[in-house]
């Protein structure tokens, strides 16, 4: 009876081991990580768990998406003018509604002082007497500061300066002078322009200086085209340089002056530049500035696009001129500031939203863009680091991934990528192996025969704005494209106008009716690799 209740103690000894030893056994692992795991465990649990797993999976997967956002609703808005009317300019200015009309930025003449950027334009409709002058203040290119009474109003007398056209400002000791172009009421007068000034102690008030004007030398032989002063204050001499557009013998010049600071004596020192591309009378809004080691002039061709000369001294001898974006980009002059060099102009509009053949309007909005010098003293425009850095909210895709191949024959192929907003950029890379064009695709009126195209053509070296499906050009620009390289590209766009970004290339686009509606890729003729696709709102 010992031995069995000694073996009996024995064994029960044994199974509380054994099921110790079970209970301590850790539970057994899943054969397979599950999709949604980390790859290494947190040094401490999480508070909160996910819910699932993300649909998409970037190369910056840290990136979070846009949730909550408070996107305007443009179902409603079936026509182009209705939303047109909706959008809340910012970046891209447009003056404020007067009553019923809408009034537009023309030619601007920008000024920097203290942190801020004058913008005086051009006033065109509203309440704005024969586009007087008007002024707008901003210190991020964001967000502006209208001013409702004109600096400097046409005559409504009539008179030299029945209709006033574009100036400058310049700042001589203690004294603010804007010099603006007098365009006479009537062909009654002897001279059809005149350079007039006003003068003031602040930069939002100005007051005429009568019976002071610039007429134009004898040796022009005309006295109608004689517009756009840019004034600099040279402080070492004392004197104010002066240039001016004019024509002589038909042909379209840039001429010099040198004034007294006083504005008591006048010196005309003959012609800086003569043009000689193209068959332009007129080479309006001239501007000349120094970047880097060189000295550019930039003027914007009658009816045509924004072009610069580049001299390795000041005011010429000018190189062969070359354009700078496209034909909806206008006007433009330089302003700089400790932040950057930047063109000012304005973006051309449709005479009728609904249009879907023309962008052809005198005036539009405002539109800036940062200039940079290449190595080879080139030219070229960027995007506003400013106005960029306001899309911080990051958009889900209207595809599965931001790698869209595009692989097209003769027809046209499209592949839903984007949303238009009211507001957004877009950036990614591409690189193609074919002839053929592609590029972005905007839904006009769900029709695609009048889908609008933002289009980059290989075989003719091009940038293009497109309507009804490639059939319409607006304007081009033009960009060198490789095949087989890696492209970078930016887009911004807020209401209908946009600008499109490639290596230093611009392109400024009018793109109305296509809010809410999807944004296409697109190809035909070419096999074309879209990457790191991104949107973002602000």
């Known amino acids: 009876m010992k031995k069995r209740a000694i073996l009996a103690a024995a064994l029960l000894c044994v199974l509380c081991l054994c099921l110790t030893a079970c209970q301590s056994k850790p539970a057994p692992q899943p054969t397979a990580a599950p999709t949604a795991a980390p790859t290494a465990a947190p040094t401490e649990a999480p508070t909160e768990a996910p ?10 997967a ?36 007067n009553g019923i009309k809408q009034p537009f930025v023309g030619d601007t003449m920008p000024y920097w002082e203290d942190g ?63 010099f603006y172009t007098g365009h006479a009421s009537a062909d009654t007068y002897e001279y059809m322009e005149k350079v007039m000034v006003a003068k003031g102690t602040s930069l939002t008030s100005f007051e005429k200086v009568a019976d002071w004007a610039i007429t134009p030398d004898s040796s022009l032989g005309q006295k109608r085209d004689f517009r756009d002063p840019q004034a600099y204050y040279d402080e070492a001499t004392d004197t104010i340089i002066m240039t001016i557009t004019a024509s002589q013998g038909g042909i379209a010049r840039i001429l010099k002056y040198t004034l ?13 530049f003569t043009n000689a591309v193209g068959n332009f009378w007129n080479l309006e809004c001239s501007d000349t500035f120094r970047l880097g080691d060189k000295y550019y002039l930039t003027y914007s061709a009658q009816d045509d696009t924004l072009w610069y000369a580049v001299s390795d001294a000041p005011y010429g001898p000018y190189g ?36 879907t053949s023309e962008v052809s309007g005198w005036a539009g909005n405002l539109a800036v863009q940062k200039i940079v010098s290449g190595e080879d003293g080139s030219l070229m425009l960027e ?57 972005l695709a905007f839904d006009y009126s769900g029709q695609q025969g009048q889908y609008k195209l933002i289009t980059l053509d290989p075989s003719a070296q091009k940038m293009q704005l497109q309507f009804n499906e490639g059939s319409t050009l607006i304007t081009e620009t033009d960009v060198s494209l490789e095949k087989g390289k890696t492209y970078a590209f930016t887009y911004i766009q807020e209401g209908s106008v946009g600008i499109f970004y490639l290596d230093g290339a611009a392109l400024t686009v009018r793109v109305y009716g296509v809010s809410g509606k999807t944004i296409r890729l697109y190809a035909e003729n070419n096999s074309v690799t879209f990457a790191e696709l991104r949107e973002y709102t602000r």
Not at 265 to 272: A, E, H, K, Q, S
Not at 383 to 393: E, F, G, H, S
């Open 383 to 439: 995007p506003v680091d400013r106005i960029m850095a306001q899309y911080t909210q990051r958009r889900r895709l209207a595809a599965d991934s931001d790698t869209i191949p595009v692989q097209a024959g003769s027809r046209f192929k499209y592949i839903d990528a984007f949303t238009a907003y009211e507001s957004f950029m877009l950036k990614g890379t591409f690189t193609y192996t074919g002839s053929g064009c592609f590029g």
């Open 51 to 60: 819910t699932e797993a993300p649909t998409e999976a970037p190369a910056d």
């Open 116 to 178: 801020t950027y004058y913008i005086y334009y051009l006033k065109e409709g509203g309440d704005s007497y024969n586009h007087s002058i008007y002024l707008a203040t901003t210190t991020d290119f964001v967000n502006y500061t209208e001013y409702s009474d004109p600096v400097v109003e046409s005559s409504r007398s009539g008179g030299q300066d029945g209709w006033v056209g574009t100036g400058s400002v310049v700042k001589v000791k203690d004294t603010y002078y804007f």
């Open 260 to 272: 007294s600071s006083d504005l008591k004596n006048i010196t005309y020192d003959g012609v800086i």
């Open 320 to 355: 062969e001129a070359k354009r700078v974006d496209g034909k909806l980009f206008y006007a433009a002059k330089h302003v700089e500031s400790p932040e950057g060099a930047y063109m000012v102009g304005w973006a051309r509009r449709s005479e009728s939203p609904s249009s």
């Open 62 to 97: 840290g990136e979070p998406f846009a949730e909550g956002t408070n996107d305007k609703d443009f179902s409603s808005l079936r026509t182009a003018g209705s939303q047109e009317a909706a959008y809340e300019y910012r970046a891209f200015f447009r003056p404020a509604m």
